[in-house]
């Protein structure tokens, strides 16, 4: 369905979105600046590898992180 000029604008765009999110995580630090456990959900509904490791990258880093802190009890 649609033009043949529509879906090759579509294609496109996504190849262009693609690689500017994979330059992007190309230069992330998921310890400092990742979402964890909701990044790592959303790779895994997605299908998007990346997403799912950076999340749990981010999420075991944050849980060494809270091992760390003092408890205020």
């Known amino acids: 369905m649609g ?7 579509g294609e496109q765009d996504m190849a262009h ?3 500017t999110l994979q330059a ?3 230069h992330r630090d998921p310890v400092k600046s990742g979402y964890g ?10 299908g998007c590898g990346g ?3 950076e999340g749990a990258a981010s ?4 849980q060494k ?3 760390n802190k003092p408890r205020s009890d």
């Open 17 to 19: 979105a693609r690689a």
């Open 24 to 26: 992007a995580v190309e």
């Open 51 to 53: 997403m799912k490791h």
């Open 3 to 9: 033009s043949q000029s529509w879906r090759t604008s």
């Open 65 to 67: 992180k809270d091992q």
């Open 37 to 46: 456990r909701a990044e790592e959900i959303v790779g895994k509904l997605t």
């Open 59 to 62: 999420r075991a880093a944050g």
